[in-house]
T-cell receptor
Framework: DSGVTQTPKHLITATGQRVTLRCSPRSGDLSVYWYQQSLDQGLQFLIQYYNGEERAKGNILERFSAQQFPDLHSELNLSSLELGDSALYFC??????????FGSGTRLTVV | TQLLEQSPQFLSIQEGENLTVYCNSSSVFSSLQWYRQEPGEGPVLLVTVVTGGEVKKLKRLTFQFGDARKDSSLHITAAQPGDTGLYLCAGSYNNNDMRFGAGTRLTVKP
C-alpha cells in the first residue's frame, strides 16, 4: 500500500457520460498530480494541485476538470466521454518535491 | 508529445545478463527520477538524481545523471526475473510537475 488511495479501481461507462475519479493523497502530502496512461501515449501529465490551488496544467482536455478539497483529497471529473478516453488514470502525491507516490490507478473503459 | 526519449523501447534478456537503458532530453532538468511499474499498478519511485554527474546505486541498479543534466542511464547488473517491468524516467524542468518518458519495457527470462 503506497498510501495514495484511488477509487474506483475499475469503471466502465458509455460514451457521452460523466464520471468522477477520486484520490486521497498520502498523509502530509500537499501536492496532488493526475496522469493519464494509455498504451500509445504513455504517462501524460494532466494537472497538479497544491494545498487546494491549481499549480500546473498539462495536456488536460476542456471536457476534464479537477479540484482539490480542504481535506486535500482530489477529484478528477471527466465528461462527454469518448472511446479514446479509455485509459488508466493515476493520481500521485508528493511533499516538497521529494518524489512522487502513485496510487494504483483507476482503469476507465468507455464503451 | 514526449519531451523525454527513452531507449530501447523494449528489451528482452536472459537472467544473469547486464543491461543499460537510457533517458534523453534536449532540455536541462532540475531533477530526474526513475520509476518501475508493474502491470495494473502505479509507478514506484526508485531514485531521484539532482546533481550533474551524480551516480546512485540501489543494490544491482546503478543510476547516472549526465553532467549537463539532460540525460540519464540505468544499468542493471545480473538481471533477475523480478526486475521485469516498465522502467520510466521522469524529469522536472521547474521543480513542479514531472514529465515522463514512454518507458523501457524490460523482460528478464529465467
Amino acid at each position: 500500500d503506497s498510501g495514495v488511495t484511488q477509487t474506483p479501481k475499475h469503471l466502465i461507462t458509455a460514451t457521452g457520460q460523466r464520471v468522477t475519479l477520486r484520490c486521497s493523497p498520502r498523509s502530509g502530502d500537499l501536492s496532488v498530480y493526475w496522469y493519464q496512461q494509455s498504451l500509445d501515449q504513455g504517462l501524460q501529465f494532466l494537472i497538479q494541485y497544491y494545498n487546494g490551488e491549481e499549480r500546473a496544467k498539462g495536456n488536460i482536455l476542456e471536457r476534464f476538470s479537477a479540484q482539490q478539497f480542504p481535506d486535500l483529497h482530489s477529484e478528477l471529473n471527466l465528461s462527454s466521454l469518448e472511446l479514446g478516453d479509455s485509459a488508466l488514470y493515476f493520481c500521485a502525491s508528493s511533499v516538497a518535491f521529494q518524489g512522487y507516490t502513485f496510487g494504483s490507478g483507476t482503469r476507465l473503459t468507455v464503451v | 508529445t514526449q519531451l523525454l526519449e527513452q531507449s530501447p523501447q523494449f528489451l528482452s534478456i536472459q537472467e544473469g545478463e547486464n543491461l543499460t537503458v537510457y533517458c534523453n532530453s534536449s532540455s536541462v532538468f532540475s531533477s530526474l527520477q526513475w520509476y518501475r511499474q508493474e502491470p495494473g499498478e502505479g509507478p514506484v519511485l526508485l531514485v531521484t538524481v539532482v546533481t550533474g554527474g551524480e551516480v546512485k546505486k540501489l543494490k544491482r541498479l546503478t543510476f547516472q545523471f549526465g553532467d549537463a543534466r539532460k540525460d540519464s542511464s540505468l544499468h542493471i547488473t545480473a538481471a533477475q526475473p523480478g526486475d521485469t517491468g516498465l522502467y520510466l524516467c521522469a524529469g522536472s524542468y521547474n521543480n513542479n510537475d514531472m514529465r515522463f518518458g514512454a518507458g523501457t519495457r524490460l523482460t528478464v527470462k529465467p
